[in-house]
């Protein structure tokens, strides 16, 4: 049955890219005559910015199109802003093979969408810092002390014990607990420089509001997971890069209906022309009634799945931040 | 809460309007709205058609089974284009027609049609999106209001059907066919017959555990979650309540899969999921299954594996407003660093 099914990924990386190439250069020649590609002159860019490839002095295209090849899985296109490279990779969720692997490496059940092969990869001589699914998913705790459960769990527990009591028929086994809201303090792994505490160092906000053009922005999950319909977990990352600067948000949301929620963001501000690292880690909880409150309008519950709007009301629990500066 | 907003309205069911099948059903295929005092006529004729349906339906081969839709549309359309028009193909659907994708509305409204025009050769089974708390969380209430308005009933009267639909379907006296999967409450087929099941769907109990349970490769018995509520079952269970009730395999849906379907036990339970690109972003493929007869040889039955139709991609940037096909969404293969760059930078949000 499973030949049926076409193989995911079954060209190398480095096919696809010769195809690509060979695919550009005919559908290039085939177009007589091409205008050249006017770009609004970059005025701040005091950095090489490049795809890692060359482009035109006259018009900035770039003339090779092969994007880089990031990690061994499958190219994507990549940008390179000084010395920083910037690799992202999105991909459909696990296999049922993948999830295997993937389960007992972490030694509890995945999350619905696992997002396994998706990957943010910040690379620098100095430092690299990598956001996946695997990683955070590590960082789960597997015994949890305070163990989260559904709105109506103990009614259910209680009703069961009752009624298997006597029933020699029904064996019931308990899951050994683990944070199924998929909680994680993941705050991306890195490699080379380690990153110094101190709270004050703080994300220039006004650097970040300038309406600077975005050169590559990206999104994607890392997992997410409905609970069993009763609510929302997901791990979701955001890049944007910028001539000066660069920010990633990854963030967390957690809603257990009738219950909590709970909002785990980190972000990482990179300022390309200082070599500056900044990483912020800001933890917000709050019950879910509480919120609820707030709520207006006859569909109150479509301001509780707005995950902007909840993270501007949720109380701020925990904030840390932690910089490196990379000087060579 | 179930029938007394239902009921203020009723005036539009007294009323004999009559209601051309075929007419609906163009509009529906072209992907329009109905109104909302046909719908009302529509649901109250199907409450008296659901009605007189027992909890488990018999159905015979040849048959099509469609797992989780969720609002895919045009996904749906895709289906029938793979499968084959009703009524010239028999479909089983195993529920989950709700929530999360953006055209719930019509999805179930089309399905319900289909339902009154061939009452034999299309079956819905209940999932547990068919449930007026869940449908409040999930998008369905939401996108009602959007494309009813504010004061309309029309969430009400689609969830007020949904108390009529059906829980479980043996095909050919052999096959097994539910939602989500087994419970410890039930042991044999009688114990779903006696099912009071026009209620909405409680939080615990057989009628539950029917829509909610997934099985464990890993599991013999029942186990309970570490959420607190809901079960997963094992082999030991699966193998009993195929011996005792003389089935061969069970089939349902329930649980999102990358192959867009997923075999246990060597068939002994089986997943069919039907919504491809779950969500718009998982990649997932989806299958139905086809059903040619129940002698279980390796041509009786196959697995159609889809991907996404390209419409439901394109509503999909409809919905969220992007304006402009992203290529490098489309095709892997032709995207160009470029496009990335200065096709995509326009639409992002300078966020924070």
Partial sequence: MSDRVPKYNSIDSFQIDAARQMHRLTTSSRVPMRPPVRRTPEQK???????DSPSCASCGTVITPGPVATLPIKDTPSIKVGEFKIYTARHPILNAT????????????????????????????KLEIDFCALDALKLVESNPSNLIQVSYASEWVKSRQHKHHNNSDVVLEMYKPFDWTYTTPYKGTVTGTTLTRDDEMKIPLEKLQRQDPILFFDEMVLYEDELGDNGISVLSIKIRVMHSCLLLLQRLFVRVDNVLLRICDTRVYI?????????????????YDKLFRLCTGNDPRKMMRDINWCSQRLPVVKVEREFAKLTT | MAGCKYYGITEHAN????????????????????????????????????????????????????????????DLLEIFKIGGYPPDTNYLFLGDYVDRGFHSVETISLLIVLKLKYPQRVNLIRGNHESRQITTNYGFYTECLTKYGNQSQIWSIFTDIFDYLILAAIIDNNLFCVHGGLSPNVQTIDSILVIDRFKEIPHDGPMADLVWSDPDLELLNFRISSRGAGYQFGINVVNKFLQVNKFESIYRAHQLCQEGYQVFWKGKVNTVWSAPNYCYRCGNKASILEIFNSYREPDSFRFNVFDASPESQKEFLKVVNMGEMDESAQDDFLALPENKIAKKAPYVEYFM
Avoid: W
């Fill in chain 1, 271 to 287: 300022d390309f022309e200082d070599d500056l690292v900044i990483r912020e880690f800001k933890q917000q909880e709050l019950e």
């Fill in chain 1, 98 to 125: 993948e999830i295997d692997e993937f389960e007992s490496i972490l030694n509890l059940p995945v999350p619905e969408m696992i997002f396994g092969n998706n990957r943010v990869r910040i690379s620098h001589p």
């Fill in chain 1, 45 to 51: 860019a005091k950095l090489p910015v490049s795809t």
């Fill in chain 2, 15 to 74: 009323k004999p309007v009559s209601i051309d099948l075929d007419h609906c059903l163009e509009k529906l295929y072209r992907g329009e709205l109905l109104s909302e005092p046909v719908i009302d006529q529509l649901c109250f004729k199907l409450k008296e058609l659901l009605v007189k349906e027992s909890n488990i339906v018999h159905v015979q081969s040849p048959v099509t089974l469609v797992g989780d839709i969720h609002g895919q549309f045009y």
